[in-house]
């Protein structure tokens, strides 16, 4: 029995990771693994290869950048020829990236089923891109596996039979948890960043870690702009480690925006591997971003993050973890920043099942499923 799983971008390869291992432990599936080269650069895509230990993809599509339709049509029209010339049993595709929703496409257009790792999440914004990439590719899945409960319950709200959904926990979890111990630490990750010592000396007295790349965020330069003179008020207080999403950072050279983070306590690095992050983050006093992932991965460490958006799909780490919605007004963001300064900053608790198994328990009921199929097929 076959089963392709679907890789495109740097969160998907941080999921795939533990299911890849919790598949290949069972004798009776083989997989393929298609990476559709959505994320090219080495620091987006090798180096998160070899850190989450993930296999040689068995293909690459090699679909690179291009606007969301253009990207989303080239995964379909690479992806089609190599399923339809392997059928596969079940076609895998985790979180909601364009790559995500490509691949789901596909499947559902040839009758393939089709298995969704971390369904339901809903920000209910449109103006998303991975808004729109979820709900469709959840309109689509014959198996939807949720992080937290609120995707369950959005979920039958849309309709979709409760025995399609299965709450497994969190597979980004899964692959913290497997990887903390071969975390860099933090000290060395910053005098590597900051050979001067200019900034990682003050580091070592604690730190805040910073990552925004949401195009409602950095698109537009006048409020990147804004952004950016926050982040150099806040370095009065604390040194940032900020490293730098491609698509900010050709914004910022577009935009000549640049001078607004010189002679501040901010250290700016090109995007960084798993290990580092991971590093960086367990030690940060506290995280900014926009990033749906390092809500999750914050409220799992404990360690307070302020998430500059005026919404987010993963109410959990609000109800339960260290997470606070701040939008991304600058003066909001200060205000934030200085309050955990003062008064320390939120803590939480770990969600149900985000225990480091659920890898495990897609890989049953995708068994389970898989079975069933077979059995109901099989002649009298
Ligand atoms: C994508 C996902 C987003 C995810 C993010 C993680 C969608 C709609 N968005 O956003 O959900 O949080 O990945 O990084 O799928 N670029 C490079 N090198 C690369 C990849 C991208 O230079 O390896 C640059 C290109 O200029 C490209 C831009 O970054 O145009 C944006 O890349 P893209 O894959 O379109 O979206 P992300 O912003 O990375």
């Not at 992050?277 to 993050?305: H, N, W, Y």
């Amino acid at each position: 029995r076959l089963i392709d799983c679907i890789v495109g971008a740097r969160p998907n390869f941080v999921k795939i990771a533990p299911i890849m291992k919790a598949l290949a432990l069972r004798n009776n599936f083989s997989t393929r693994l298609i990476h559709t080269g959505q994320h090219y650069d080495v620091a987006m895509n090798e180096v998160f290869f070899a850190d989450l230990r993930i296999p040689k993809p068995d293909l690459n599509l090699e679909v690179g950048s291009g606007t969301s339709t253009a990207q989303t049509a080239q995964v379909m029209l690479k992806l089609e020829p190599v399923m339809a010339s392997r059928r596969p049993d079940l076609l895998l595709v985790v979180g909601d990236v364009n790559s995500t929703l490509a691949a789901a496409l596909v499947a559902a257009k040839l009758g393939v089923p089709l298995a969704h790792v971390e369904a339901g999440l809903r920000s209910n914004d449109l103006t998303m891109p991975e808004e729109i990439n979820r709900i469709v590719t959840d309109r689509l899945s014959n198996l939807l596996f949720t992080t937290e409960r609120a995707g369950n319950e959005n979920l039958i709200e849309e309709g979709v039979s409760p025995e399609k959904i299965f709450f497994v926990g969190n597979v980004m979890i899964d692959s913290m948890l497997a990887s903390l111990e071969r975390a860099e630490p933090a000290g060395g990750t910053l005098s590597e960043l900051d050979p001067s010592n200019a900034i990682a000396a003050d580091a070592a007295n604690g730190f805040a870690f910073v990552t925004l790349h949401r195009p409602s965020n950095v698109d537009d330069p006048e409020k990147l702009a804004g952004l950016l003179k926050a982040l150099s008020a806040i370095s009065r207080d604390i040194p940032l480690v900020f490293p730098m999403h491609p698509r900010t950072k050709a914004v910022i050279q577009n935009a000549e925006l640049g001078g607004l983070l010189q002679d501040s306590r901010v250290l700016v690095s090109p995007p960084l591997s798993y290990l580092r992050a991971l590093g960086l983050m367990r030690e940060a006093k506290f995280v900014i971003t926009d990033s749906g992932g390092v809500q999750e991965e914050t409220t799992a460490l404990g360690v307070p993050c302020l998430t500059a958006r005026e919404n987010t799909e993963r109410p959990i780490t609000i109800d339960e973890g260290s997470n606070t919605l701040i939008g991304a007004c600058p003066d909001a963001i200060i205000a934030a920043a200085n309050d955990i300064l003062c008064n320390g900053g939120k803590g939480g608790r770990i969600p149900a099942l985000w225990d480091g198994k659920a890898s495990e328990r897609i890989a049953d009921r995708i068994e389970a499923y898989l079975d069933a199929r077979v059995a109901t097929s099989r002649p009298l």
